[in-house]
């Protein structure tokens, strides 16, 4: 898993555990490199200084030997029976000591039992070289033997005069046996102290990335639930930090910004919405009444008292108005049922009963409401539930064509906590193309009317929480579903 992916309280989390661990793994790193270059330090230091009182010594038993300081006489100046002899050296300095002649062949060597290797029966010709390069004239060689780390010490014996008489060879071995049980310890404690630090970190790392990321959940929870349709909280938090106090501030500024948008774009709708719905039935109305016109015109123009038929001739103009006006009525009657927004008036009442009333309207022989259901109680308005199944049958009706044996089945049932209502017809359903306008407002097939039936029923069913949706296949009929909740 990528770590952008992570949440953020999470990433801190994790990176204050990291910091803590690193951290811990360099301290360890760093002090195991600072012991080791003190041990390196305190070897070379401890040579040198046992190697300036080899040498003090040497210088003693040079100036009282009773042979020529040569060489060739090495061997029996440093073995003089006295207590200033090459033995008394190593006894005093606990050292082994080597000492070969200026071409490297070893000449003494105390103790007799020391560890053996090239080196102590001749010296390598490159150190001879190196060492008359030098300026202190003094080589140091490092080797390794058996896991035992070795320092060799090559430098020049003088005799009282300041001739070079031979070379003198130290070997010292390193004994970290102190330093390494100091290191251990100190690594240990380390470990202890790491451990402890580390802990204490998860533990405020935990609580931190919880505080930091608390307001920005709070923030999140808030946007998830921000909507156009309805109104918005503002985000109210105290004691946060300033670029939180900015992104509260930004978002508090941003909604109320949305409401008044909100509001101005609803006000326009409404009014855009009623500009329209105000040309619709002005249309509507002057459809009836231009024949009413020429309908009063032509009797005007034709009116013979004397005629014999004159009785049925304004019987014909009677009908021909009277049926104008009833189309202007129900085109009336259609936009104010339109326009009044439904109550919400919550009734407990027995759905199952409350349809049945609502079919009794309809005589048909062929609506059928074959209920399993005896009772199902629920809150709704006693009209607007008539209202809602009428308009629906009456949809279902004028969908079935006339050359179709009409079916309608209308039933109830119980969904979970929820009423369901469908009306099934067998009619000529709706195109795929007119399947997304069917609930918008002044929307019909039909030759009449105003197409404001489904979009109220949409309206009233939404009001009390539920939902109106639809199946549909050209030729064989629509079924239509309403669902809203008991309570």
Same mark, same amino acid.
């Given at each position: ?7 953020? %309280? ?220 309805? %109104? ?10 300033? /670029? ?56 005007? %123009? ?130 795929? /193309? ?54």
């Amino acid at each position: 898993m990528k770590l952008s992916k992570l949440s953020l %309280r999470t990433r801190i989390f994790i990176s204050m555990t990291l910091v803590v661990f690193i951290a811990s793994i360099l301290i360890t790193a760093i002090a195991i490199f600072q012991y080791r270059e003190e041990a390196e330090e305190y070897h070379n230091e401890r040579l040198e200084r046992k190697e300036g009182a080899i040498r003090e010594h040497i210088d003693l038993i040079l100036r009282n030997t009773t042979y020529e300081e040569t060489t060739e006489k090495i061997p029996l100046m440093f073995r003089e029976p006295r207590k200033l002899g090459i033995n008394e050296l190593y006894t005093i300095h606990n050292l082994p000591v080597n000492i070969y002649d200026l071409e490297g062949n070893l000449l003494i060597k105390v103790p007799e039992t020391f560890v053996s290797d090239t080196l102590n029966k001749k010296i390598d010709k490159k150190i001879i070289e190196s060492l008359e390069k030098k300026i202190d004239k003094r080589v140091l060689v490092k080797t390794e033997k058996d896991k035992v780390n070795y320092q060799s010490s090559y430098t020049y014996i003088y005799n009282t005069k300041g001739k070079t008489l031979g070379i003198l060879h130290l070997s010292y071995s390193e004994d970290d046996d102190f330093i390494t049980r100091e290191l251990g310890e100190f690594l240990k404690r380390i470990g202890e102290v790491s451990l402890i630090i580390l802990l204490i970190a998860i533990v405020i790392a935990y609580f931190l990335s919880k505080y930091v990321t608390r307001s920005l959940k709070t923030i999140s929870d808030t946007i998830d639930q921000t909507r156009l349709d309805k %109104r918005n909280k503002r985000i109210q938090i105290n004691d946060v930090s300033g /670029e939180i106090y900015s992104l509260v501030n930004a978002y508090n500024s941003m909604i109320d910004e949305l409401e008044e948008s909100a509001a101005m774009l609803a006000k326009s709708e409404r009014e855009a919405a009623w500009r329209e719905m105000a040309k619709q039935v002005a249309h509507e109305i002057k459809n009836p009444l231009t024949p009413m016109r020429l309908t009063v015109q032509s009797f005007e %123009r034709k009116f013979d008292p004397n005629d014999p038929n004159v009785n049925q001739k304004v019987q014909e103009y009677s009908d021909t108005l009277i049926q104008q006006i009833d189309t202007m009525s129900s085109i009336a009657s259609a936009f104010s049922n339109f326009a009044q927004m439904p109550a919400q008036k919550s009734e407990t009442l027995d759905v199952v009963k409350i349809v049945g009333l609502a079919l009794d309207i309809f005589n048909e022989d062929y609506i059928f409401f074959p209920s399993e259901k005896k009772k199902i109680i629920a809150k709704f308005d006693r009209t607007q539930l008539i209202r809602v199944v009428t308009n629906l049958l009456k949809n279902a009706i004028q969908a079935i064509p006339e050359d179709h044996t009409p079916k309608i089945l209308v039933d109830v049932f119980t969904e979970e906590e929820n009423v369901v209502i469908t009306v099934a017809d067998n009619g000529v359903g709706i195109t795929e /193309e007119n399947k997304k306008k069917i609930f918008e407002p002044k929307f019909t097939t039909k030759s009449s009317g105003m197409g404001l039936g489904l979009g109220m029923v949409k309206n009233i069913v939404e009001t009390y929480k539920g939902s109106i949706t639809f199946t549909s296949q050209e030729g064989k009929g629509t079924v239509f579903k309403v669902k809203f909740p008991k309570e």
